[in-house]
């Protein structure tokens, strides 16, 4: 696996390090004290360096979102759905258990304040990481304990959704810390194609793994419940695997981040040099004062409003697809992971151009033009039925579609949130927005749950058409929001002329 990562990410990679080689750029970061010695007046082994801890820190990134992302799908998505299908879950059920990781995000701020307080976020992500994915061995044994001395379904249904609670729960914890840690360690005009790339690595992933564990698990001899533990056990062992490639990426302190924080605000020279030797990015200062300088006050509020609003619109029908391909139309497991696996497939594509587009248009303009497009969708899921059309056609290109787009939208909301952020306190920010985003989409499942069920709205999908409706509503305040380098609206769609340094050089800052 980890040959195919380095296969799959070398060229991008390599282009990256070029790219920050050729501006004499360096890594914002205070690097763990066995890289100090290093950091000398001479500046071309500094860049040396410097440049080939970021290309190992991309590289181990890179496979830890490719093993995060097979215990990511072991644990959720349309497995563990149907997983409580076969344990008698009902509508409602599902929705609370979708809900879970939303309101484990309430927990975020609080992780943020604690990581703050550290020395270290790669010891406090492994730690905290560790123990969320591990308290999922409970849940293997207890399917263990089902198969051979058969207890209650019932009891097993309450012990998964307490073990998802927990597991969110400590998650979230790490959250906000993982993405400052990014935050540091990627630079921000090559976030688009970067994180482009990784999340290209997770969806190659997805791609293959969905649909094999899907099959492992719909024709394992001793049956669908007990093929999902074994998978689960699997996943287990990928989530561990993914903390130790996290232990070979450059270790951020964030005392030396606030400490350089404040140094900047209260010099007035430019060149004034950190207070510690360990390796910084130099033009972090100068990209963090543009930044903020082009940036509106209100847009971090603003993007907190846009996001709650969103958030519950999608998640007011987003777990409710694959129910209503198991339940309502009575799919079997491995149909519904093979239609993953083509969202999969369409997420991969796709994600490098939006990557690359978003690094020339901005991502908020690229949010607002997707955005539409992801908002139409559940519109276009009204009339499918069982039959050969829907099945060998319509859900296909559905998946396909929804992969797609949802590539430039998750893609370009990391991005955008990390360019809008207050540079102090950025942690912070980042647990309030998941916070609220949590809150919003947890009440958006918990609402989706309910309504599916009122027959006056027409069900899943009636619901799935209201679901359209909030989401074009939900794009609104993005309008408001300002990011440091970007295309307007205007300029994207040819009615105002773009400034003419941007147009000369679309991805300078």
Not at 179 to 188: G, I, K, N, Q, Y
Not at 463 to 485: N, T
Request: with cysteine; net charge neutral; aromatic share 10%.
């Amino acid at each position: 696996m980890t040959e195919l990562v380095d296969a799959v990410t070398e060229p991008t990679i390599e282009t990256t390090i070029k790219a920050i080689e050729a501006k004499a750029v360096e890594a914002t970061i205070g690097v763990s004290p066995s890289l100090a010695p290093f950091a000398s007046a001479n500046t071309s082994l500094e860049v040396r360096t410097s440049t080939a801890t970021i290309r190992q820190s991309l590289r181990a990134s890179t496979a830890d979102g490719v093993f995060a992302t097979l215990f990511t799908n072991a644990t959720g998505g349309a497995l563990i759905s149907s997983f409580f299908l076969e344990l008698g879950a009902t509508s409602n059920e599902i929705g609370l258990l979708a809900a879970i990781p939303m309101l484990a995000n309430l927990l975020q701020p609080l992780g943020a304040y604690l990581s703050e307080r550290t020395t270290s976020r790669r010891l406090y992500c492994c730690w905290i990481y560790g123990l969320a994915r591990s308290v999922w061995l409970l849940l293997a044994i207890g399917i263990g304990w089902m198969c051979w001395h058969q207890i209650d379904a019932r009891a097993l249904l309450v012990w998964t959704l307490g073990i998802t609670f927990i597991s969110h729960a400590l998650g979230a914890l790490g959250s906000a810390a993982w993405l400052s840690w990014m935050a540091v360690l990627v630079p921000r005009r090559l976030r688009g194609r970067y994180f482009g790339l990784r999340n290209s690595a997770a969806n190659l992933t997805n791609l293959i793994s969905i649909p094999l564990m899907g099959l492992f698990i719909s024709t394992w001899w001793g049956g669908s419940i007990q093929g999902y533990g074994i998978i689960l056990g699997l996943g287990i062992v990928a989530g561990l695997i993914s903390l130790a490639f996290q232990c070979l990426m450059i270790d951020v302190d964030p005392q030396i981040l606030h400490h350089e924080s404040d140094t900047t605000a209260s010099t007035s020279s430019p060149d004034a040099k950190p207070p510690d030797q360990k390796i910084y990015q130099k033009h972090s200062q100068k990209t963090s004062q543009e930044s903020s300088s082009s940036i509106s006050s209100y847009s971090p509020i603003i993007f907190i409003i846009y996001f709650v609003l969103w958030t519950f619109s999608v998640n007011l029908s987003a777990p409710f697809f694959n129910l209503y391909l198991l339940d309502s139309l009575g799919f079997e497991i491995s149909q519904v992971t093979l239609y993953n696996s083509l969202s999969a497939g369409a997420n991969l594509l796709l994600l490098m151009v939006w990557g690359k587009l978003a690094d020339r248009i901005g991502n908020r303009s690229l949010l607002l033009t997707v955005g539409v497009l992801v908002a139409i969708t559940p519109l276009l899921w009204l009339g499918t039925g069982a039959n050969p059309v829907s099945i060998w056609l319509w859900f296909p290109l559905l998946h396909m579609l929804g992969g797609g787009t949802w590539a430039a939208i998750d893609l370009c909301t990391n991005n955008l949130q990390l360019d809008i952020a207050p540079l102090k306190g950025q942690s912070g920010y980042f647990g309030l927005v998941a916070a609220v985003g949590g809150l919003s989409g947890a009440a958006g499942t918990i609402a989706g749950g309910f309504l599916a069920s009122v027959d006056s709205i027409g069900g899943i999908l009636g619901l799935f058409a209201l679901s359209s409706v909030l989401r074009l509503i939900a794009l609104l305040p993005l309008v408001f929001v300002q990011e440091s380098c970007g295309l307007s609206l205007r300029q994207l769609f040819g009615i105002q002329a773009p400034p003419s340094e941007f147009a000369s050089n679309p991805k300078k800052d």
